[in-house]
């Protein structure tokens, strides 16, 4: 069974730095990618960046880069978001998820299979 464990959230203010971990376990191969999403109390979920475990490629959307960056440490099975410069608007519920999948990436919710519990991000002004 797979299972996703996210820490490293909580409170900052504007102008702050947080790193989000997920620590994933279960799978049997590399053939997988991980994705982190948010969803804040008034909007949709939104893809914020993801990583295949196959071959350590990304995907960020523009409206992200510059302040949020995916990484892993493979030896770990633990993916980071790296989150800087954290406005209000950031605030939300943040969750890794996975699919199977070999040399892939995508920031479509309904291609992920499992999903973290979440955990909070709160950025005050």
């Known amino acids: 069974e797979v299972q996703l464990v996210e820490s490293g959230g909580g409170s900052v203010q504007a102008g702050g730095s947080l790193r989000l971990s997920c620590t994933v376990s279960?799978?049997?191969?590399?053939?997988?990618?991980i994705g982190w999403f948010r969803q804040g109390s008034w909007r949709e979920r939104e893809g914020v960046s993801c990583?295949?475990?196959?071959?350590?490629?990304?995907y960020t959307p523009d409206s992200m880069k510059g302040r949020f960056s995916i990484s892993a440490d493979n030896a770990k099975n633990t993916v980071y978001l790296q989150m800087s410069n954290l406005r209000p608007s950031d605030s939300a519920i943040y969750y890794c998820?996975?699919?199977?999948?070999?040399?892939?990436?995508?920031?479509?919710?309904?291609?992920?299979?499992?999903w973290g519990q979440g955990i909070q991000v709160t950025v005050s002004s």
């Open positions: 990583i295949s475990r196959s071959d350590g490629s990304t």
């Open positions: 279960g799978y049997t191969s590399d053939d997988y990618a």
């Open positions: 998820a996975a699919m199977s999948t070999a040399y892939y990436t995508s920031l479509e919710p309904d291609e992920y299979d499992v």
